[in-house]
């Protein structure tokens, strides 16, 4: 230690010591919580927001030091995610205090850009509490809850860069926000019902504001309508949830006859769940990601005497279900006291609109009546959607609470560089120096509004973090709209394939994990020691993670839909060799030509056509649309070649009779899955090499085996799961005889599929093979961005 730095005050050696803390430090109360713990440490210096990061310094006798630095980790706000920078011994100060000093900018911005928070339990009492000035306010937040991403307009996180910005505080909330003492010390969307937004409920004759607008609000879902209710992300179309009559109305308005429905309900009994329970068939799991902070929607199995109709999920065995996460909300499902339908307020594949006169304009024929408020949304931001698979937390699609989500790479990018991703289920990611952040789901890029959110949230990531991308990277079809906006743009384009870019993924994130070091660095009393441990400690933790990246070899099976492949073929059932940079294509199944091409993916008969007269069988339909279908496909007219499982799922749900013409993206085999069931024998599909070694599965035995209709649905589609996980063992097995690997991954939208993800992975670990399903990024395509900075980097590095 610095001798300078030590004094002796009656006979007491006192120290100084300078920390920079980075992670998630702002926007979580993390300056207060320093004030506070320097007070109670009886420590004298300063504390700062720098952009992005957190300077703190503090004098005291060594011993004090260690346990407040200590404290600086361990204790820190739930929301806070701090880490050591750096930690310095500094010359000591003529100091009495400790204090907040004014936010400064620094030279190199380390932001982090907080996701959105769940009302505190802190604020809920308060808000439940008569007593209190923020009685029933809908709008009542603090520095540990309340919007963040979607309500920032500019970093550093100060209220005047944020859409509270109009809304100027009164002389009550101003003490509370300058009282580092008050837990709404700098909570920058603070507000009440003096100074902050209001709600308002629009319908064709009735307008009211503030309370009565929610009791207006309420008496519409009573009366069976439907409500676009404008939330943090967003607007929900509402109704109630035991009312089949009034979810016929909303799914035949929004031209939505199918598509699964979320449903949020009331935080009801100890621990807020009674009413979920009621309904739902609850495990250890389910109820952690429920109550997770990110108050997410998890895909959850139904009780068999649940009250929840049909109409919910036709044909599925899982609801989507969610806790409310706003005050709003709260207050909402609090007086409606039963469960309410929560869907996305969007036009079909689009994001989730936000305008208050735009949701009118767009959702006037679904909705009947509209309950406003007047906090601007900066950006979109979906619910989230999770999964439990294999015992585990799956994230299927990242959203509010969640996004933007953000990793440390194991390697610096020499300049920033911008992922565009694919073209459904869309979403971007920014990557610069070792950082990279994944935007929230966007959606479908089809329609105008999608490309606009597109192109609004490239510019905002970018704007939010200071980074401007010098390079891009799209997806190998020239057709997706992400890959032609990226030509545009005048700066070097990477192209990469579809599948590389879900193996990469997939990689990436599985060497986060092979990595033990633990993230919280224990602060010694010799500063230099602790700083060169931390910061061997941090590189020792890249180092593995780059290790693990650069030297593990992997399978990766990733099946989907259809990708455009290296041979312009579309790919969707390949396994991939290799590691990031270096991925070969070693394994796939028999190709086959899809009639009318794109819209295939729309029409799982034609799929199931195609699979009948590859195998000779005859197709159910002799109709003359058919037999003209059947002539273009003999000639190879508008029907490419594939290879892709997704349509092998298409195709079975089409041959049982359960899925024809799919009204939403991936029915067909959600169909599939839920209603497999019952004891069979897997069927060993044909593997072969072809010309260029490739392992080739064939799928034929399957479709005569589909047709066998002395078989019961239920279990022709237990055995086509079974077969398909079991194609996954033994085409890994073989190709492990030649050539050896480290570990399987399972990655691609078919892996959404929980029971043939569940299989696959049981039987290849019973195989002794190592095993990894993507838990942080979604495996569909929403994490491809990801995969292709990663798959960029592996491939010039
Ligand atoms: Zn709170
Ligand atoms: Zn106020």
């Given at each position: 230690m610095n001798s300078d730095s030590r004094h002796s005050v009656r006979g007491t050696a006192i120290a100084a010591r300078r920390w920079l803390m980075g992670g998630r430090v702002q926007g979580v109360g993390y300056r207060a919580f320093v004030f506070n713990l320097a007070q109670r440490y009886r420590l004298s210096g300063v504390v700062q927001n720098l952009t992005g990061e957190v300077l703190v310094e503090a004098q005291g006798e060594p011993g004090v030091l260690d346990a407040f630095a200590d404290a600086l980790i361990s204790?820190?706000?739930?929301l806070a995610r701090p880490h050591v920078v750096s930690c310095l011994p500094i010359p000591l100060r003529e100091l009495n205090s400790f204090e907040i000093l004014p936010s400064a900018v620094s030279l190199h911005a380390q932001v982090h850009v907080p996701p959105d928070n769940f009302l505190c339990d802190d604020c809920r009492r308060e808000m439940l509490d008569?007593?209190?000035?923020?009685?029933?306010?809908?709008f009542i937040n603090c520095t540990q809850c309340g919007p963040r991403y979607t309500l920032i307009t500019r970093m550093p996180y100060d209220r005047p860069n944020?859409?509270?910005?109009d809304f100027p505080l009164c002389p009550a909330c101003r003490a509370e926000y300058e009282d580092p003492h008050n837990r709404r010390f700098h909570a920058q969307p603070l507000a009440c019902p003096v100074c902050g937004p209001q709600l308002s409920f629009v319908a064709a004759h009735e307008y009211s504001s503030g309370d009565t607008a929610l009791a207006d609000c309420i008496a519409a879902l009573r009366r069976g309508e439907t409500v676009a209710v404008k939330g943090i992300g967003g607007y929900h179309l509402m109704c109630?949830?035991?009312n089949t009559a009034a979810i016929a109305r909303l799914r035949d308005s929004k031209h939505r006859p199918h598509k699964p429905l979320a449903v949020m309900f009331p935080w009801q009994g100890a621990g807020g769940l009674q009413r979920v329970r009621d309904e739902l068939l609850l495990d250890a799991a389910t109820e952690a990601a429920l109550c997770d902070k990110s108050r997410p929607i998890v895909l959850i199995p139904k009780r068999a005497d649940s009250a929840l109709p049909d109409a919910i999920a036709p044909g599925l065995r899982e609801i989507g279900a969610m806790l409310p996460y706003s005050p709003l909300h709260h207050l909402l499902l609090e007086y409606f006291g039963s469960p309410l339908v929560a869907t996305s307020g969007n036009v079909s594949g689009e994001p989730v609109l936000t305008d208050n006169a735009e949701a009118e304009a767009r959702l006037g024929k679904v909705a009947q009546s509209f309950l406003h408020h007047n906090r601007p949304i900066a950006r979109p931001a979906d619910d989230s959607v999770l999964r439990v698979i294999a015992g585990k937390l799956r994230l299927l699609r990242a959203g509010r609470g969640i996004a933007p989500l953000e990793f440390d790479l194991p390697f610096t990018l020499p300049q920033p560089l911008l992922a565009v991703g694919g073209h459904m289920k869309n979403a971007i990611a920014l990557a610069w120096n070792n950082r990279a952040v994944l935007s929230p789901h966007i959606g479908d890029l089809d329609a105008p509004r999608s490309l606009e959110i597109f192109e609004q949230v490239i510019a905002d990531l970018q704007q939010l973090y200071g980074v401007k991308a010098q390079s891009i990277v799209c997806d190998a079809h020239p057709g997706y709209a992400s890959s032609r906006w990226a030509a545009k743009q005048g700066l070097p384009l990477y192209r990469v394939q579809h599948h590389h870019a879900h193996a990469s993924a997939l990689a990436f994130e599985a060497s986060l994990d092979s990595s033990n070091f633990n993230s919280k660095v224990r602060q010694g009393g010799n500063e230099q020691v602790t700083q060169t441990v931390q910061t061997a400690r941090q590189g020792a933790r890249e180092e593995a993670n780059a290790v693990s990246l650069k030297k593990w070899s992997w399978l990766i099976f990733t099946w989907d839909g259809v990708g455009l492949g290296e041979d312009d073929t579309l790919w969707g059932g390949e396994a991939l060799l290799g590691r990031p940079g270096k991925w070969k294509r070693v394994a796939s199944f028999k190709p086959f030509r899809l009639p009318g091409g794109e819209r295939a993916g729309r029409e799982p008969w034609r799929s199931a056509a195609a699979l009948c007269w590859e195998s000779g069988l005859a197709w159910k339909s002799n109709a003359r649309d058919a037999l003209l279908l059947k002539s273009a496909w003999q000639h190879g007219l508008n029907a490419p070649v594939t290879t892709a499982v997704g349509r092998l799922f298409d195709a079975a749900s089409s041959l049982l009779g359960l899925c024809d013409t799919a009204s939403y993206e991936g029915q067909g085999p959600m169909l599939l899955e839920a209603v497999a069931q019952g004891e069979i024998e897997a069927i060993d599909l044909p593997l072969h090499e072809d010309e260029s070694n490739l392992l080739v599965a064939d799928w034929t035995p399957l479709s005569h085996a589909l047709r066998r209709d002395e078989v019961p649905v239920a279990q022709r589609a237990m055995q086509f799961h079974l077969s398909l996980a079991q194609t996954i063992v033994r085409q890994a097995q073989h190709i492990h005889a030649h050539m050896p690997f480290d570990a399987v991954g399972l990655t691609g939208g078919v892996f959404q599929n929980k029971l043939l993800a569940e299989l696959a992975l049981q039987q290849l670990a019973a195989a002794g093979f190592e095993t990894y399903l993507p838990q942080q990024a979604p495996c569909n395509d929403g994490g491809l961005a990801l995969g292709q900075l990663i798959e960029t980097n592996c491939r010039n590095g």
């Open positions: 204790a820190a706000p739930p008569p007593g209190d000035r923020r009685y029933r306010y809908p944020t859409t509270m910005a109630d949830a035991l």
